[in-house]
């Protein structure tokens, strides 16, 4: 009996090693919390949880497998945070497959960037043009110059709708968090430009991805007075599937970090085609600043059968923005979209999906669009909370 105690303590002592190790690697290229917990959860379905046979569950009153009990143990950062840890993966459980589930793309390598010099700054990517604006008012909502595309079974009161959002700016820091559950959506330089693909339509080079509309959006929030928090993690990387899980993870160690943060923006792009499949490019010509990439808010809901209670109070901020921007800019702005899946937007009542421009649109056209959102927004913040 006891040769078989001390045999068993050993294969105890090896997966605790193995788990170790599991750790280390998982969590290798994160400079975080954020980011080593989405990792760690992300290599959370492991051979190991065939120790909960062996130990017994003896940890289940936080919902944490004995693999990974043993692997935060080694990890200081993760030991520290371990009841965060602990709520993280149980959402990550809860969250799982809420907005449908992908192939992984094939992926590279993440390119060395340089800057892209003011040469090299061309619009005209070769990719027809199209302005999308409502031609009628048959299918939306419109509340004042906000039209609505709804496809939830939620019936829209327009007196609700036009009532005070709820998020407001404080005098804390940070106030804005930027990130991007699919930060390798890429937009289409000109042709001959050295661009890396990472699968259809993506690149791992955020000088053409959408991370780069995140770094224009934070510059702009810093330069009114906003302190912003840009994320720039690509959630979709190496592996599409399960990206909003990850960015979930994210957003609650973000606010649990800094609970100040009243606003969430996830920036992605869309990609548009005609009938006939042919892809094009959403613009809007703009006064002193040329072709901006027309955008999109999308609001998420209840309609899923998840959880998100105060879904109305992002919807009355879109459209708020949406009216906002249309006094000074009409055709920037395509309709917004009220869709059933909540995109992680139950996470504050300051939180939009926003999709600047198409897969079509070059990175100038996209970064000049994100420009003028975060400057607008600003606005309407600063003066809501004057």
Sequence with gaps: MGKNHRIGQRMLALAAAAATLWAA??????????????????????????LRWELGDVW??????????????????????????????????????????????TVTTPVQE??????????????????????????????????????????LNLQALSAPFDAMLTDESPQILILHTHGSEAYTPPKGTDIKYSGNLRTTDSRYNVVHVGDVMSQAFSAAGISVIHDRTLYDYPSYAGSYDRSLAAIR????????????????????????????????????????????????SDGSGMAHPKWMENLKLAVSLQQYILNTHPTLMRPI???????????TTGSL???????????????RAGKLLAQEMAQLLQDRSK
């Design 60 to 105: 289940g009153g936080d919902a944490l497998s004995p693999a990974a009990v043993l692997a935060i143990g080694e990890s200081p950062l993760l030991l520290a945070a371990r009841e965060d840890v602990a709520k993280l993966w149980s959402s990550e459980t809860a969250e799982s497959g809420e907005a449908g589930a992908s192939a992984p793309d």
């Design 353 to 367: 999906l926003v999709e600047v421009g198409a897969a079509g649109n070059s990175p100038e056209e996209a970064a």
């Design 337 to 347: 979209l009220l869709r059933n899946s909540r995109y992680n937007q139950h996470a």
């Design 114 to 155: 340089t800057p892209l010099s003011s040469a090299d700054a061309q619009t005209d990517n070769g990719v027809a043009a199209r302005t999308l604006v409502p031609s009628g008012t048959d299918g939306y909502t419109v509340a004042g110059k906000a039209y609505i595309s709804n496809s939830t079974s939620h019936t």
């Design 253 to 300: 160690s973000y606010l649990a970090q800094y609970p100040s943060i009243r606003f969430i923006l996830d920036v992605h792009r869309d990609a548009i085609e005609d009938a006939k499949g042919t892809e094009y490019k959403v613009i809007s010509q703009e006064k002193d600043v040329g072709a901006a990439a027309q955008m999109t808010l999308v609001v998420g």
């Design 25 to 50: 690697a998982a969590t290798a290229q994160s400079k975080t919390l954020p980011a080593a917990v989405s990792a760690l959860c992300v290599q959370a379905a492991s051979p190991l949880h065939v």
